[in-house]
């Protein structure tokens, strides 16, 4: 038998009573901390049980089965999962959202580009086709059978960011309406590596496409070029080129006509070639482009190209319930994770289905096991929601809707906390937290996790912007204080470089392949330990008036305080 790293209900007591003994409180507000700490504690302890464990393996191996055909929006195996899901929820006895039914409808468009032309540039000193693919891409989200940007004039515009919170504006002055704007990816921070220039070497919002690209959109551009490099981006070339070119969009009131007709991607060569018909290099705009004072240069060259597209509207759906508040009901602590997956590959003469396990059955039956568990414990103040959301593989759309379309609203959502791609590989040592040193909840995270015996770390690699590419950063984006995080790599029984070679080897392997089943081999144990910190986490914020922030100076700091004077 494997040695275990579980706290019992008595030592979680134990420890969350001489926590409080050591604090100098008076005796009645001492003995009231003391009551609900252990009450916790149990309840925490709770879920260590056999019980539970095996109702999260069940959970898992359904959902990643091949019945469910890889749980792709819009398609047969959405129907299965959304219907298993709410069957869940409702035998749990989860409130539903709409009356008794679970489901958020989500609209959604399918952008397929059936022909796109090359980019033609023109100029003094340039003239020249840059080829589809080759040395740029180029698409549209605007819903439309074809868009045409003619003779649009080039503005190299830095970094293309505004952002108060740094005091930085690359737009100051500048009117781009009708304009094609070019930029640089990333941030400044991560090009010079100063901690003291945005957030240093990890990546802000701001260093995000599809920052820079709804910024463009609000600043009236009519084509926005992102230049490609491969370290500032975390990926070369043939990630941009070689994706599938279907886009796919939530579909607004106006059919997404206030973004920019074209948005894209420039080669290294392709920009160095603007450049230098400019008489200068892309270094040398770099440096200039890192500088507060930086001023928008008009690079004296003209762009021309089409897309053509076939359009189909799509509609898929979230899944949520909850538990309401026995004081607070209007308030609400949000539990989330995507059930969505990549379908079925029908060309496949082997293992046709995409059936997800890990990305993200696993984080999906986490939100079912943890909302049975809260179904049994008492009731708690505020209330308690559980929201599996669709189409995080196309983009984090149902997030998106979500965030737009909230069941509670905003400031009234206290936080929440996002889980996707369980750790399967037995008990870490590290809780990894993606995103940083980004809000005040990750005080309460350590807490609970370092009564584990284990320890909080920021994930390894920062510059890759890993916190925007999950779905907790739509709720983030308009203010929401989310956590995303999960064991690490640090195993109790088998080391770092054990735990390092596991998560190895599932990237290599089977992310985002039909590769990633469910294996009844893996090591829950890892699974359960984060949950439990994750419940007495939820549990803290259901049961209290804490309303966490995200740390003075985040890009999410300003939205959120405004939010919340607006209660």
């Known amino acids: 038998m494997r040695p275990q790293f579980w706290f019992s209900a008595t030592t979680l007591t134990m420890m969350a009573a001489l926590t409080l003994t050591a604090c100098s409180k008076p005796a009645e507000q001492e003995q009231s901390a003391a009551t609900a700490a252990v009450e916790s504690a149990k309840a925490a302890s709770a879920l260590m049980g056999t019980e539970f464990n095996s109702a999260y393996k069940d959970y898992l191996k359904t959902l990643a089965s091949d019945e469910f055909q890889g749980r792709m929006p819009a398609t047969p195996g959405e129907e299965k999962t959304i219907n298993y899901i709410s069957e869940q929820f409702k035998r749990i006895g989860l409130k539903g959202i709409n009356g008794d039914s679970y489901l958020q409808s989500v609209s959604l468009v399918r952008i397929d580009p059936k022909e796109v032309s090359g980019m033609q540039l023109s100029g003094d000193k340039l003239n020249t086709e840059l080829k589809y693919k080759e040395q740029m891409m180029a698409w549209t989200t605007q819903v439309t059978e074809q868009v045409e940007v003619k003779d649009s004039e080039l503005v190299f515009v830095g970094y293309g960011i505004v952002a108060p919170e740094y005091d930085w504006n690359d737009y100051e002055g500048l009117d781009v309406k009708g304009k094609t704007v070019v930029m640089f990816v990333n941030d400044p921070g991560f090009a010079t590596k100063d901690p003291n220039l945005f957030s240093g070497n990890a990546m802000t919002y701001y260093g995000r496409w599809t920052y820079k690209f709804e910024e463009a959109a609000r600043q009236g551009a009519a084509m926005a070029l992102v230049i490609h490099e491969t370290e500032p981006a975390s990926y070369g070339w043939q990630v941009v080129a070689g994706g599938s070119p279907t886009k796919f969009d939530l579909i607004n009131a106006n059919k997404n006509m206030d973004r920019s007709k074209v948005e894209g991607w420039l080669t290294t060569e392709s920009a160095q070639q603007l450049f230098a018909s400019m008489g200068t290099d892309i270094d040398t705009m770099r440096q200039k482009a890192l500088s507060k004072d930086f001023a928008a240069v008009p690079m004296g060259v003209k762009a021309s190209v089409s897309v053509k597209n076939n359009i189909s509207e799509l509609t898929s759906n979230n899944v949520m319930g909850y538990i309401e508040g026995s004081e607070k009901p209007d308030e609400v602590v949000l539990y989330m994770a995507h059930w969505d997956h990549l379908g079925v590959d029908f060309s496949n003469p082997k293992d046709k289905v995409f059936n997800g396990a890990q990305d993200n059955a696993s984080g999906t039956a986490a939100i079912m096991a943890l909302a049975e568990h809260f179904a049994k414990a008492p009731k708690p103040k505020r209330s308690v929601a559980f929201l599996a959301v669709t189409a995080e593989e196309r983009g984090l759309l149902g997030s998106a809707w979500y965030a737009q379309n909230p069941v509670f609203p905003l400031n ?12 399967v590989y037995g008990p870490m040592k590290d809780m990894v937290v993606v995103g940083y040193n980004n809000s005040e909840l990750e005080s309460i995270l350590t807490k609970y996790t370092e009564q584990q015996g284990r320890y909080v770390a920021p994930e390894p690699s920062p510059e890759h912007g890993s916190f ?7 709720l983030a984006k308009v203010g929401v204080p989310m956590l995303y995080a999960k064991g690490g790599i640090d195993s109790f029984e088998h080391g770092k470089e054990w735990g390092a070679a596991k998560k190895k080897e599932y990237n290599v392997c089977c992310y985002h392949k ?34 966490p922030n995200w740390f003075e100076g985040r890009e999410f700091r300003a939205i959120r305080d405004a939010s919340l004077a607006a209660k």
Do not use: C
């Open 468 to 474: 925007y590419r999950s779905d907790h950063f739509n």
């Open 412 to 423: 009234k959502t206290v936080a929440g906390i996002n889980m996707d791609v369980m750790n």
């Open 514 to 547: 039909a590769a990633d089943e469910f294996d009844d081999s893996w090591d829950l144990r890892g699974v359960q330990q984060d949950m439990n910190v994750f419940y007495q986490v939820g549990n803290e914020l259901a049961n209290s008036q804490q309303w």
